[in-house]
């Protein structure tokens, strides 16, 4: 999987998890308060955990995993 450390072009978008909408827009798992997600800096949002980039995402998505088993 490619992530940012091995990106020799730090070209790779930054996936957060999807976790909602508001008013703002699309709020990703990881913000502690909603907000809107900046597309405009390179970010964007998935559906699929597969996808995801952020690490704040991925930690959440790792510890919501634990928690089923």
Not at 22 to 51: F, H, M, Q
Not at 53 to 68: I, N, Q, S, V, W
Request: glycine share 4%.
């Amino acid at each position: 999987m490619m992530n940012r450390r091995n990106d020799p072009y730090r070209d790779i978008k930054v996936y957060h998890r999807f976790a909602g909408f508001s008013a703002r827009g699309v709020l990703a798992l990881c913000y502690k308060r909603p907000r809107a997600i900046n597309l405009r800096r390179g970010y964007s949002w998935t559906l699929r955990d597969e996808a995801v980039t952020c690490k704040k995402c991925l930690r959440l998505l790792a510890a919501r995993e634990m928690e089923a088993a």
